[in-house]
């Protein structure tokens, strides 16, 4: 997927669409993990509304904490490991997006003492 030490280095072009691609990525994970978070509350909070569960799991996303509180212990427990899952991606992601800027970095550095040596 990335080019290796003795690659030279791809144009700003194509480091631009493989960062977009990365940014691609890391927002469908996110969308997919929001909705899985507001479908599954959805199915055990059966009397809560759909707005009010959207804006309950983007906010336990975002770090902020639920806005509502469960009713049931159900769902206290699915927000307990809805907040350990969405700990995860957040990480995942934040290493999705990085990931080609810190190679793109480390590649220019490489390429530095290749020069270096010749």
Do not use: C
């Amino acid at each position: 997927m990335y080019e290796s030490r003795g690659e030279e280095l791809i144009s700003r072009k194509r480091f631009a669409m493989r960062l977009l691609k990365h940014v691609l990525v890391a927002l469908a994970l996110v969308i997919f993990s929001l909705l899985l978070g507001i479908l599954g509350y959805l199915w055990i909070e059966a009397d809560a509304h759909w707005h009010d569960v959207t804006l309950n799991m983007a906010m336990i996303a975002s770090g902020i904490g639920p806005i509502m509180l469960p009713q049931t212990v159900k769902g206290k427990i699915f927000l307990a490991v809805y907040g350990a899952y969405i700990s995860v991606v957040f990480a995942a992601v934040l290493g999705v997006v990085v990931a080609p800027i810190l190679h793109r970095v480390l590649h220019v550095f490489h390429l530095d003492d290749d020069d270096s040596k010749a």
